[in-house]
């Protein structure tokens, strides 16, 4: 059934520049055990992708024709993961390196594969070639191997001048290949976004049609790709493409329908100040955790929940928040689930904002105490920044608080009491001579 297979070019050591220094210790050791033990093996994919356009890699990954279960009896420090895509992960301390065996096609009728019928690839198990293995992979540029028994690279033929004129190519047919695993969009705009490359015609033409398929992909898996798409440096960029291509609905869904109401422009703001943030953040080598990222990506939508619920019932704002935060979850978490220790984080952070303007009293104390407090006081001035002015006098109190010293703190939080005490008195006043 299956198509021809081609031969990869082979580049030699002497023409090309990579040079065993350029690569991971603990990932060299891997490769040179299963050479010893017989197996061919490589470096496969992003890492030679990155070494040759002069960009850091981010992990090695290995491919070999030695089985799962041959990888497990060579290596002590070694375990399989994977249902649909087996793999060999082999623990360094807190370094993991994933060995694949090579794939082969697909057969018909064979258990170690399995496709549903809109052409996800369910399983994929079978075996197969170096040369095989080349075609299931997604991009031209990441077909690329180095055989670690010559020093050489093998790759598709497309695979130099993709890399040299800088264009991301799906192999294969692209709408046959989103069909298989639609994840293959976000990894396209990723990708392009990060090498700074080009998206072949053919393989942004179907995505606009196919960015519904990713409904089809489990939540957990859109969560880690949201994860990469955000966190790397490149949220702005990666915004941008995925809004052109009607990808980010389906990330976002909470969003979209905000920002299409265009009711609401100050979530397309603050969607803009937070990715700008995560680029600085990430230039600059720090991390905003994703608590704080959804914290803030939620928030309005968190806003227009709590009113709906108020016009339609009597619940305090206390209640509603409740269960507005239960529905905001539970509606985001369909398209990509953000995990339960998270969720927990953010819940707590968005309930410290409606103490955060009651409690300029006495109770500030305990406040200033919480776990998460730094994590709210980020999000407060987050607010003020997109949401009302008003809440800068609330961000600089709780500001000034933090810095002083304990006596000035009580004479701050009895000030607040006593205006307000003040302030119903006269409220009061007001009601009776009015
Ligand atoms: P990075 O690590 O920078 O995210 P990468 O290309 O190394 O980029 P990985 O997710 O680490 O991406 O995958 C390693 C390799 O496995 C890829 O280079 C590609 O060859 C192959 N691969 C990964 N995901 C897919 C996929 N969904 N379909 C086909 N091949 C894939
Ligand atoms: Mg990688």
């Known amino acids: 059934m299956h198509k021809k297979t081609y031969t990869l070019d082979v580049i030699p050591r002497t023409q090309h520049d990579i040079s065993r220094q350029d690569l991971d210790p603990n990932a060299l050791k891997v490769l040179l055990r299963l050479n010893k033990a017989g197996f061919d093996a490589y470096l496969v994919g992003g890492c030679i992708r990155d070494i040759l356009l002069g960009f850091e890699p981010k992990d090695f990954d290995i ?25 060999a992960h082999i623990l360094f301390h807190k370094d993991i390196i994933e060995v694949a ?18 052409g996800r690839v369910l399983r994929d198990n079978v075996y197969g070639s170096i040369d095989e293995d080349a075609e299931r992979r997604d991009f031209t540029v990441n077909a690329i191997y180095y055989d670690i028994k010559d020093d050489s690279l093998r790759c598709l033929s497309q695979t130099v001048d993709d890399l ?47 960015a519904p398929l990713l409904q089809d992909i489990h939540p957990s898996r859109l969560y880690d790709e949201v994860a990469k798409l955000m966190f790397t440096g490149y949220a702005q960029n990666n915004t ?38 995560l680029d600085q953040e990430s230039a600059s080598g720090k991390r905003i955790s994703h608590s704080t990222f959804y914290s803030q990506i939620l928030w309005f939508p968190l806003l227009e929940r709590i009113d709906d619920i108020r016009t339609e019932s009597s619940l305090s704002q206390f ?44 109770r500030a104390f ?32 709780w500001q000034d608080f933090t810095q002083a010293d304990q006596a000035k703190k009580k004479s701050m939080a009895q000030q607040h009491n006593k205006k307000r005490r003040y302030k119903k008195r006269s409220s009061k006043k007001d009601a009776a001579s009015s």
């Not at 065996?101 to 809109?118: E, F, V």
């Open 101 to 118: 065996t090579l794939r082969g096609h697909h057969q018909d009728a064979s258990p170690h594969a399995k496709i549903n019928q809109s």
């Open 319 to 362: 209640d509603a928040m409740n269960v507005a935060m239960s529905d905001i979850f539970e509606q985001h978490n369909k398209s990509a689930s953000i995990p339960k220790r998270c969720s927990n984080i953010i819940r707590e952070v968005w309930l410290l904002q409606l103490r955060f303007e009651k409690n300029k009293n006495i």
């Open 240 to 277: 941008q493409m995925l809004q052109k291509y009607k990808l980010f609905e389906h990330l976002f869904p909470l969003l979209t329908s905000q920002v299409q109401a265009k009711a609401h422009n100050r979530t397309q703001k603050a969607l803009s100040h937070i990715v700008e943030r």
């Open 366 to 397: 305990k406040i200033e105490e919480h776990l998460y407090f730094e994590k709210a006081l980020e999000l407060l001035k987050f607010r003020t920044q997109v949401e009302d002015k008003k809440l800068l006098s609330t961000l600089k109190w």
């Open 164 to 210: 040299n004129s800088r264009v991301i190519r799906l192999i294969g047919d692209p709408k046959t290949r989103y069909k298989e695993d639609p994840v293959r969009m976000l990894r396209a705009v990723r990708f392009a976004n990060k090498l700074d490359m080009k998206l072949d015609t053919k393989t942004a033409q179907p995505i606009k049609k196919l």
């Open 63 to 87: 491919a070999t024709n030695a089985r799962p279960e041959q990888v497990r009896k060579l290596f002590n420090n070694c375990r399989l993961v994977g249902r649909r895509f087996r793999l």
